[in-house]
Structures are given as structure tokens and as C-alpha cells.
């Protein structure tokens, strides 16, 4: 299958799974018929290849990334920014790097079903939601078939360890609640739910119940303002950045018009959606705009074209000489995030897709 029918197939099948899921094309969704390519800017291009070979160049021979903290969450997100190029394991010029990854994010999964080190992680639930994420997403193009049995046998036992993690509240913390004292807070919330969302979408069963406990959190948070505090402990302040990565969470677990989400996307819009206000993202600024540009790429072209030339343009100005970003955590995350958010509107992969 060569890539245009092969991206044209992706895209189709995963608007046939969205449908089949959350029901009719809600308000701001496009339909396959109506999908329009994204205009190409050969700044872009050039920006998102020297990116990808920056990470490809600095990944080890065991398929991770040297990083000082957080070891399987980026080599995770990473694979993510390699695999939305539309390279798989066993295809495209990052097939070697996204297979090595791959193993490496399958050997870091326990007994348990965690995938990630809590000896040496005291925040390693960040690594296990985004390591569902990408290996549900390469289950799906895995070719080889002793892989693919790997790989539903390690998305089964994440996803049991995942449910069993969950806070009484109905969200995560740092830690699992057993081993965190049950606390909980935003942002990996929406980590676990986004990678509960794309094994969900690649096959794997993943309990209800799950979901309905982490969408009622999600609801409880909410402050007058429409805004999602940080925590069900700590309530009051609206976190912008955490509510364009609820709103992300949401729409992948197909709310996309419920009696919150207005409220939320006014809240977001309102901070994020100029780019000027960087206190708004609390000094994140990656983790936000990573989520929020997911959420302005689900409203449709009138909003995410305008929105999406000053983003990209942002970020290729802030590209260095050798391809790679940097900033906060390691450049390897700071790369990572900018390449997923510069390669969205190629749709290549299914949990960002509208």
C-alpha cells in the first residue's frame, strides 16, 4: 500500500470507528467526504524532517533516549512524534527507531501491568498513559505477528493496571492511588484517559466504568468560571492548561457537546488561543498548546487553519540549527511535543484524528 492510499485508508477507518463509538458527527467534526488536506509550507516540512531525524539520531540502541528524568514517558512521546510521520515498525524511514521503541516500552511493562519503573519514577503514571497511547497506536500497524500478540497481551494488562490505579475521586495521581495515597490531579488524568481511549479504539476492552468514574472527575473539577482545577483536593483556581487537556480527554471519550464542554472551551479560548498569555499555561507551555491544538484541530478548518499558521510558525521560528527544541524537563520532550502538535493535520494518527 503506498502512503497517500495508505493515510487516505487511516483516515477512513478511524472515522469509521469514531462513528461506530460516539454515535453521529457532532457540531465541528468533518466527515471523510469533506476532509481537505492541510495546505504544505515548506518551512514546515523542513522543520518537522530536521526534528525527526534530531530524535532519531539521539535514540540508543535499546530504543530509548538518554533524558535526566522520566525515561519511559519520552521515549513514549517520542515514538508518538516518530509514528505521526506515518513511518510504523515495519515501514517509512523511522521504522527501525519507532520498532526499537517499541520493544523498549514493552520490556519496561511489569508483572502488573505497568509499564514504567516505580523504583526509580515517582510520577510513573505520565510514562504508562503515554505508553498506551503510542503501542496502541502501532498495534495497528504492526506487521509482525509475534509483535502484535506482545502487544495485546502488555495493552490488556496496562489497561487492568490502569483501572485498578484510579483514585475513588474517579482520577489518578503521580502515582497509583494504592501507592499515593489515593490523591489525585489533572493533567495525568488525561494522560491515562487519552491512552485508555486509543486501546479502546485499537480493539483492547476497556471497562466502562473506567471511563464514566474519569469523566465525572473531570465534571467535579469544573469551577464557576468553566475552567478545571488541578486537583479535587484543590479546588478554586482554573487551570487553562488543564482544561484544554480535559477538553482533549473529553472529546476523545466522545463528549463533544455535553453540558460542561461549552463552558470549558470558552475558559480555554479565552487563555490560550492567541498564544500571548504565558501565564496562562503555568509554565508549561508545551504540555498546554500539545493539548489545546488537538482541541482547535476537532472544530474544523475555520478555526484550526488561523490558529494552526500562528502555532506552527511559533514553533519552527523557535527550532534550533541541529532540529531539535529546548526547554523545560529535556529537549527531547520539548522536541516531541512540537513535532506531535506540527504533524496533527496529517491525520495519520487515529487518536488525533477528527
Known amino acids: ?3 497517500t492510499n495508505r493515510r487516505a485508508w487511516l483516515r477512513q477507518a478511524a472515522l469509521a470507528s469514531s462513528a461506530l463509538a460516539c454515535g453521529p458527527l457532532a457540531p465541528g467534526r468533518v ?24 530524535l532519531a539520531q539521539h535514540q ?29 515498525t515495519t515501514q517509512g524511514p523511522y521504522a527501525k527507531h519507532i520498532a526499537r521503541c517499541t520493544d523498549y516500552l514493552i520490556s519496561k511493562c511489569r508483572n502488573n501491568g505497568l509499564i514504567g519503573d516505580p523504583e526509580s519514577d515517582n510520577r510513573y503514571t ?17 506487521g509482525y505477528e509475534d509483535r502484535r500478540k506482545e502487544l495485546i497481551d ?22 497509583s492511588a494504592k501507592d499515593g495515597a489515593n490523591y489525585d490531579e489533572g493533567s495525568t488524568t488525561i494522560t491515562q484517559v487519552q491512552g485508555l481511549r486509543g486501546c479502546r479504539n485499537a480493539g483492547i476492552a476497556v471497562p466502562a466504568e473506567v471511563i464514566d468514574k474519569a469523566k465525572a472527575y473531570i465534571y467535579k473539577c469544573q469551577n464557576d468560571d468553566g475552567g478545571i482545577s488541578y486537583s479535587s483536593k484543590q479546588m478554586g483556581t482554573s487551570r487553562p492548561a488543564i482544561t484544554a487537556a480535559a477538553l482533549a480527554a473529553l472529546y476523545n471519550a466522545g463528549d463533544y457537546d455535553g453540558e460542561h464542554v461549552p463552558a470549558m472551551l470558552k475558559h480555554a479560548r ?33 478555526q484550526w487553519l488561523p490558529f494552526r499558521d500562528r502555532l506552527y510558525d511559533r514553533i519552527v521560528s523557535e527550532q534550533e540549527s541541529d532540529g531539535s527544541w529546548k526547554g523545560q524537563i529535556s529537549p527531547v520532550y520539548i522536541t516531541a511535543c512540537n513535532l506531535i502538535m506540527l ?10 484524528q477528527r
Open 60 to 88: 540508543s540502541s535499546r530504543g530509548q533516549w538518554s533524558t535526566p528524568v522520566y525515561p519511559v514517558a519520552m521515549a513514549a512521546l517520542a515514538g508518538t512524534a516518530l509514528i505521526g510521520s506515518g513511518s510504523t
Open 31 to 54: 466527515s471523510a467526504t469533506e476532509y481537505v488536506p492541510a495546505t504544505e509550507n515548506p518551512q514546515w516540512k523542513q522543520a518537522i524532517r530536521a526534528g525527526l531525524d534530531w
Open 126 to 142: 505520565y510514562g504508562h498513559g503515554f505508553s498506551m497511547l503510542l503501542l496502541s497506536q502501532v498495534l495497528g500497524e504492526e
Open 1 to 3: 500500500m503506498n502512503s
Open 270 to 302: 479565552e487563555n490560550l488561543h492567541e498564544l500571548s498569555n504565558e501565564n496562562a499555561a503555568f509554565g508549561h507551555w508545551h504540555y498546554t498548546y500539545l493539548y489545546y491544538s488537538q482541541v482547535v484541530y476537532r472544530q474544523g478548518d475555520e
Open 343 to 352: 504533524q496533527l493535520d496529517q491525520g495519520l494518527l487515529p487518536i488525533y
Open 154 to 175: 502488555v495493552l490488556n494488562r496496562s489497561v487492568d493496571f490502569c483501572g485498578k490505579a484510579q483514585t475513588t475521586e474517579g482520577g489518578w495521581g503521580y502515582m
